[in-house]
């Protein structure tokens, strides 16, 4: 699949420097420019705003008038949108401000064949890691038997791993995805919640479906959370199993004390990936030193069979207003 989206790129793009301030970007495709420039120009102005530089719609190309490192970038940018957009037919806010983030435009790693081996490509759309830390952590997912990782919102803890777990199973190279965590929020105790113990569970496990209908038609997802290849279930009900051929993520850990991460880990069988995704700086237990989650990683961080990733605001992708946010949290914890 890299030799084909990188010969894609080459015979739809053209670069043409007329002086060391000014390139051109020829697309060959109408379809594909349109699509990269968006409509109105709305994806260019965006990309125009976020890098400071100049950048122009003429005919069948985009022109940029800027500082050479301006127009390199730019150019990288660009690249990397046409890329977005003939893997998943469309590009969001998203895929432009990870187009200028550090990593995306770094030279030894920016073109398509270094990066292509870390696209999760799911029924829906195709999932690229964004941050250098993410690519480590699309790595510790395939290759490790367990992985621990930390960090704000919006770093893409639950959804890649959410989207390695769907591949594996559409690939069968696992039987079961099973999702889970602590129904612990802001206090509130499961029996004096409304409803039966679905209608009670399924608001906190809300963001798993919605990262699962995120990458495969609803129908779908239904299907196979009614035949069982998916479950969902809260941290409580994983007391006494053992999970085989199973992809096995526990989510918001922050709120489950250090027994019950044990619990979850200990449940690990033949041929079975499990992960465990937590914000230390969100725990919603009563007595916060109950948590387990930076615990679990300070006495498995060694075992080599345990990947450990830590995310930090740098790898926000969710929003850049969240980025500074978390940054702006963290810098007046650490006065």
């Known amino acids: 699949m890299s030799n084909t989206i990188h010969k894609k790129i080459g015979s739809k793009l053209k670069f043409v420097y007329s002086d060391n301030d000014t390139l051109s970007v020829i697309f060959q495709d109408n379809h594909l420019l349109l699509g990269v420039v968006g409509e109105f120009n709305s994806n260019l102005k965006e990309l125009e705003k976020i890098t400071k530089t100049n950048i122009y719609s003429r005919g069948n190309s985009i022109l940029l008038k800027n500082h050479p490192k301006k127009n390199e970038l730019v150019k990288n940018a660009i690249t990397f949108l046409t890329e977005q957009f003939i893997i998943n ?4 806010k998203k895929d432009i401000i990870s187009s200028v983030n550090e990593f995306m435009i ?5 073109r398509s064949k270094k990066n292509i081996e870390y696209i999760i490509k799911t029924p829906k759309k195709s999932v690229i890691p964004r941050s250098e830390r993410q690519k480590n952590y699309v790595r510790a997912l395939k290759e490790n038997d367990v992985t ?3 960090g704000p919102a919006g770093t893409g803890k ?3 791993a959410v989207a390695v777990a769907l591949t594996m199973l559409l690939e069968k190279k696992i039987e079961r995805i099973i999702l889970s965590r602590p129904a612990v929020e802001a206090g509130e105790r499961l029996g004096f919640l409304p409803g039966d113990m679905r209608e009670k569970v399924d608001p906190y496990l809300r963001p798993l479906y919605d990262s699962l209908y995120d990458l495969l038609d609803y129908e779908k997802i239904q299907k196979r959370i009614e035949i069982g290849d998916i479950e969902i279930a809260p941290l409580a009900f994983m ?14 850990a922050q709120n489950a004390t250090d027994v019950q991460i044990k619990m979850f880990l200990t449940r690990i069988g033949e041929n079975t990936k499990i992960v465990i995704n937590g914000d230390p700086s969100q725990i919603d237990l009563p007595n916060k030193n109950l948590s387990g989650l930076n615990r679990s990683k300070k006495l498995l961080g060694h075992l080599k069979e345990i990947s450990v990733v830590d995310f930090d ?4 992708v ?13 810098d007046q914890n650490n006065d």
Do not use: Q
Request: charged share 30%.
């Open 89 to 92: 037919g469309t590009i969001e």
């Open 106 to 110: 770094d030279e030894k790693i920016s």
């Open 148 to 150: 621990i990782s930390t």
């Open 158 to 160: 639950t959804f890649l």
């Open 239 to 252: 007391r006494g199993r053992t999970l085989k051929n199973s992809f096995a993520i526990l989510d918001e």
């Open 313 to 316: 605001h740098s790898d926000v």
């Open 318 to 330: 969710r929003h850049p207003l969240i980025s500074k946010i978390v940054k702006a949290y963290s």
